[in-house]
């Protein structure tokens, strides 16, 4: 579990499942260039390390990049992305 605190005063946890399975990449999201589509296969969750965190990097001005024990890292988490992520009480009520 991370705890994510905003410049608004927000503060909110996101479990470290979410945030793997939430992975904005081409590889877990699949992708579409020059006509063609790339559609990822299944998620294997039994993978050692998947959802165990490395380390966290912020990208320019705009996006978080969490680098996961299993040697992926390639997703850049925008601000937007993780704040729609937020698990809390709060959040949780304006997604129903």
């Known amino acids: 579990m991370v705890e994510l605190a ?6 909110g946890p996101v479990s470290l499942e979410n945030l793997r399975d939430s992975c ?9 260039v020059l006509f063609r589509e790339y ?15 490395g380390s966290v990097e912020v990208v320019g001005g705009y996006a978080v ?7 992926h890292g390639t997703g850049l988490y925008t601000w937007e992305l993780l704040r729609s992520l937020c698990e809390c009480d709060v959040c949780k009520r304006k997604d129903k």
């Open 39 to 53: 559609v990822p296969g299944p998620v294997d969750k039994s993978i050692p390390g998947r959802n165990e965190l």
């Open 24 to 32: 904005p990449c081409a590889e877990c999201k699949g992708e579409k």
């Open 65 to 71: 990049r969490f680098s996961w024990k299993d040697g």
């Open 6 to 11: 905003w410049a608004d005063g927000h503060c």
